[in-house]
């Protein structure tokens, strides 16, 4: 059974700075999907990014960006000049696609002002 | 308006009573699943369907039954319900062709006394 591990339960950063959350997941599959959703304290799930295993390049939306290594099984989310919005758990997902998700514990980020 | 609706958004029961969460979505999607929430242990799935004829177990089943009503509604039922169901749910849809992502209502809060 694929497995998503997120070993940082909380993380603080200043207001402007940059903030790294790791992920990594575990699958013998050679194609699949990632995913980073965010979770603000009103409660709505909210897709971040997205990554597809064949895809090389790593992928991007505005200030988030994801570091995706496919042989370490690794899947970072990257959040650039972190805003007081950005406060909020993350969520690191996993699918072979025919699969439901399957969600990590989550971190919890808390952006200081 | 929104395109998964859960309802009811809070609901504060007693233990022993059955009761129904209910979700509807007008995405047009096949996949439609429940997870449940819990502080610390992200979220996990109970049930998942794929299309109305199709109910598949989650990791967390036990306790709980669905009914898939039409491709657009999708409802959770706990028969007799017991403290430890008090959780967060959310029901998720996915079109379950190229991008796979998940989109999620607005989640319930269920408190059972």
């Known amino acids: 059974a694929q497995t998503v591990t997120q070993s940082q339960p909380e993380m603080s950063v200043q207001e402007a700075e940059t903030v790294t959350l790791s992920c990594t997941y575990d699958t013998s599959e050679n194609n699949y999907y990632l995913f980073w959703y965010k979770q603000p304290p009103s409660r709505q799930m909210i897709l971040v990014i997205r990554q597809e295993a064949y895809k090389q390049q790593n992928a991007t939306e505005n200030r988030f960006s994801v570091n995706f290594q496919k042989a370490a099984k690794s899947f970072s989310l990257k959040i650039s000049d972190s805003q007081l919005g950005d406060t909020a758990m993350y969520f690191c997902a996993f699918t072979r696609g025919n699969t439901p998700l399957v969600f990590g514990k989550g971190t919890r980020l808390s952006v200081i002002a | 308006d929104a395109d998964v609706t859960q309802t009811p958004r809070n609901r504060i029961t007693k233990t022993g009573k059955r009761i129904m969460l209910e979700c509807s979505q007008t995405?047009?999607?096949?996949?439609m699943y429940w997870y449940r929430q819990d502080p610390g242990l992200g979220l996990r799935l109970i049930y998942y369907?794929?299309?109305?004829?199709?109910?598949n177990k989650g990791e967390i089943s036990d306790g709980y039954s669905v009914s898939r009503q039409a491709q657009a509604k999708f409802s959770l039922s706990l028969e007799s319900a017991i403290p430890n169901q008090t959780a967060l749910y959310f029901c998720?849809?996915?079109?379950?062709?190229?991008?796979?992502?998940?989109?999620f209502g607005p989640g319930t809060r269920l408190t059972v006394t």
């Open positions: 998720a849809t996915s079109s379950g062709k190229r991008t796979l992502e998940q989109y």
């Open positions: 995405k047009g999607h096949d996949r």
């Open positions: 369907s794929f299309d109305v004829k199709d109910i």
